[in-house]
């Protein structure tokens, strides 16, 4: 599962590895980087390339890209619209689903909550991925928050996996057990 | 010199060849479309199908693309800055400098009036490339607009061209003179 958190400048990419238990392994976490000074149509040619590359090197089976509002920063938001069209276009030409999530279900996949800050999205991809530490730089988590939000809500379609709770609030009440303990 | 006024449903594109001169010539027109019942992705590697095959015919060696605002109509806005983004990046894998003009731009470049209506656009670029009749369809024709826009833009620049009547100036007052004399 490739989570992609698209953006001009960093666009973060995640892969996971879902077992069918919807456990989660951390397979690769990183962000392509465009820089400013370079022409709109070569910044999204490196972000292409760096997508490609990762495509190649994990091959993914399934596609999730962070869905982009029109509210969101008016500054920013149509080169994050066209990085996201990129990301969206290199899923399709690999033969590969891609799916998009807004950052409200990201944020209630991971931590059970709608408006969670990134801390608590960060700290529930450390604890979901058994990581020593929040993973950096944070669209990076995001980019593996999306992977985990589409893994997890796909398989909750499933017969059977309704009325139990979502991983995350597992792993959110574990962990909140472990603190209680200590 | 290739237009495109980006869309998901349908991608106007437009080939002319504008001379020293700046007189300008249609090489082609068209429009690509893509199904809306199609996932977004899948959509935007037809737009990309198409835009390929208009670049491996014609061969241009300047794209220009229309600019996209957020503030402009939300519910497709996403789909066009996406399509946007394909047409910039196709531009860029081709080795082509990409340009981006906003839509008051082009209708200044073209009409002499950055306020100027759909028909009044069409009508200039119907007569600048003597045609017999207004291109069809709209976005077509807005297309091939943008790529004049760009020429003569770009023309503009060069040393000695300053004082005159732009050419769609010149071509405005033809017009009326023409007009006048029926």
């Not at 760096?50 to 920063?73: I, K, M, T």
């Not at 030409?93 to 999530?101: I, K, M, Q, V, Y």
Request: glycine letters at 8%.
């Amino acid at each position: 599962m490739l989570g992609i958190d698209p953006g001009l400048t960093r666009c973060g990419v995640g892969v996971v590895d879902v077992a069918r238990d919807r456990s989660a392994t951390l397979v690769h976490v990183g962000a392509v980087r465009s820089g400013s000074e370079l022409p709109i149509g070569e910044r999204l040619a490196v972000i292409a390339a760096g997508l490609r590359s990762v495509l190649a090197a994990h091959r993914p089976d399934v596609v999730a890209v962070e869905r982009v509002f029109a509210q969101q920063n008016r500054a920013t938001v149509m080169g994050t619209a066209q990085a996201s069209g990129v990301a969206l276009l290199l899923a399709a030409e690999h033969g590969l689903p891609a799916a998009t999530h807004t950052p409200s279900e990201v944020k209630a996949a991971i931590t059970g909550y709608g408006s969670a800050d990134k801390l608590q999205v960060q700290t529930m991809v450390a604890r979901v991925l058994r990581l020593d530490a929040l993973p950096q730089p944070a669209d990076a988590a995001d980019a593996l928050a999306i992977a985990l939000c589409h893994a997890w809500r796909r398989g909750s379609a499933t017969p059977g996996a309704s009325g139990a709770l979502t991983p995350a609030q597992r792993a959110w009440a574990d962990a909140e057990r472990a603190a209680a303990r200590r």
